[in-house]
């Protein structure tokens, strides 16, 4: 009747259905929690790691102790060490929000920026290598911010690549904001 594989792949499609629905409730949740409260609750990573992942074909590390996020299964990104950073974006009046500290000394190839709405759907999903992320944080070594390696949102666009969109999925052609 039924062989090892059989079960194993109708346990692993059981399991990812079960993530795949946790993800859509924690998203509601999150979202209800701040409409209520006014402050975020601290899922913005976990979800940014489960949708870059589906997007891009990334395979997670799960080890705490990791300083990457992912590696990359296909395409241009092939076996790259993947950093992923998520916010959400509550209000576009705030001048400058920030993707976190970013350590071009560690060993990873990429970050991936994934941006969400305030119902923490995808937006956006952006990229950087880790050579452009260096450049723009050693542009500025007045700045104690960039000492520390924290990076704006906008400046993240304007450095990176926008990979994936709402409104297209995958970018076919990638959109590059350097060509001109």
Do not use: C
């Not at 601290?42 to 589906?54: L, M, W």
């Not at 974006?89 to 920030?98: G, N």
Request: hydrophobic content about 35%; charged content about 30%; glycine content about 4%.
């Amino acid at each position: 009747m039924y062989n090892e594989s059989m079960i194993d792949s109708a346990q692993a499609e059981m399991d990812i259905y079960s993530i795949e629905k946790l993800m859509h409730e924690t998203r509601q949740l999150a979202a209800k929690y701040r409409q209520t409260t006014g402050s975020t609750l601290p899922v913005t990573s976990e979800i940014a790691r489960f949708d870059a992942a589906r997007a891009l074909d990334l395979v997670l590390i799960d080890d705490a102790n990791s300083h990457i996020d992912a590696i990359g299964r296909s395409g241009d990104r092939t076996d790259k060490r993947v950093i992923i950073k998520g916010r959400a974006i509550f209000d576009t009046t705030r001048a400058s929000p920030r993707i976190g500290q970013l350590n071009p000394e560690q060993d990873w190839d990429l970050v991936v920026l994934v941006l969400f709405d305030e119902n923490y759907e995808v937006d956006e999903i952006f990229e950087a290598s880790r050579e452009a992320i260096a450049d723009a944080l050693d542009s500025k070594r007045d700045s104690n911010r960039k000492k520390r390696g924290a990076m704006s949102i906008a400046q993240f666009k304007i450095i990176g690549q926008r990979v994936w969109s709402r409104e297209n999925g995958p970018e076919q052609d990638v959109w590059d904001n350097q060509e001109s």
